[in-house]
């Protein structure tokens, strides 16, 4: 079974930094674009950056731009985000999903495949 496990959110300063991890089974993880997505309260889910294991090409919203960073261990099936200089408009619920990354990619959520669950992100002031 594919499966996508997100973990490391949790309550952080404005300011501070946090490491989120993506740890994948079920499916050749090389093969596949993995990318995160966030929802804030009240608000619809956006794409934020994503990460082709093909080519390791990323692709990132101009909303985390030389704020949060992604990575891919192949060798641990796993991806993170890092988040650095973190803002309260930051917190939501942070997911990641993968997709083949034999085709086109980008962090449009409708072309995703599969979906972990979210992990919630909270900055306070």
């Known amino acids: 079974d594919v499966q996508l496990q997100a973990s490391g959110g949790g309550l952080v300063q404005a300011g501070g930094s946090r490491r989120l991890s993506c740890a994948a089974s079920?499916?050749?993880?090389?093969?596949?674009?993995v990318g995160w997505f966030r929802q804030a309260p009240g608000k619809e889910r956006e794409g934020i950056l994503c990460i082709n294991n093909v080519d390791g090409s990323t692709l990132y919203a101009d909303s985390v731009k030389g704020r949060f960073t992604i990575s891919s261990d192949n060798a641990k099936n796993t991806v993170y985000l890092q988040m650095n200089n973190l803002k309260l408009e930051d917190t939501a619920v942070y997911y990641c999903?993968?997709?083949?990354?034999?085709?086109?990619?980008?962090?449009?959520?409708?072309?995703?495949?599969?979906w972990g669950q979210g992990t919630l992100v909270t900055v306070s002031s």
């Open positions: 079920g499916f050749t993880f090389d093969d596949y674009a």
């Open positions: 999903a993968a997709v083949d990354g034999r085709g086109w990619i980008g962090i449009d959520e409708d072309i995703y495949e599969y």
